[in-house]
Nanobody, 123 residues
Framework: VQLQASGGGLVQAGGSLGLSCAAS????????MGWFRQAPGKEREFVAA????????LYADSVKGRFTISRDNAKNTVSLQMNSLKPEDTAVYYC?????????????????WGQGTQVTVSS
């Protein structure tokens, strides 16, 4: 499975940005998708996740109510809409895919990773 992330960029605090992740290859093996982020000098952290079949979503407390994850199975894409952005949201954002159910917040449970896209929120 190959993942191609797009979107991101520079935005002022309080603004919005949208990220998209296109999956290709053996997508029939994918059970769930997630977004993670990594700020300079910090570990990669969970942002949001959604099963490929839909039905529920999962968010980190720090983004709950501001970010929305969604998927389009017909297009094999997963999106992350980010509203009310804060400077602390600045990071490289990665999309990831997993083959099995389990702890959706655990990065080591994901099998495939996109290349990352930079999100910068200015104060």
């Amino acid at each position: 499975v190959q993942l191609q992330a797009s979107g991101g960029g520079l935005v002022q605090a309080g603004g919005s940005l949208g990220l998209s992740c296109a999956a290709s290859g053996r997508t029939f093996s994918v059970n769930g998708m997630g977004w993670f982020r990594q700020a300079p000098g910090k570990e990669r952290e969970f942002v949001a996740a959604i099963p490929w079949s839909g039905g529920w979503t999962l968010y980190a407390d720090s983004v709950k109510g501001r970010f929305t994850i969604s998927r389009d199975n017909a297009k094999n894409t997963v999106s992350l809409q980010m509203n009310s952005l804060k400077p602390e949201d600045t990071a490289v954002y990665y999309c990831a895919a997993r083959r099995y159910y389990g702890d959706f917040k655990a990065a080591n449970m994901y099998d495939y990773w996109g290349q990352g896209t930079q999100v910068t929120v200015s104060s």
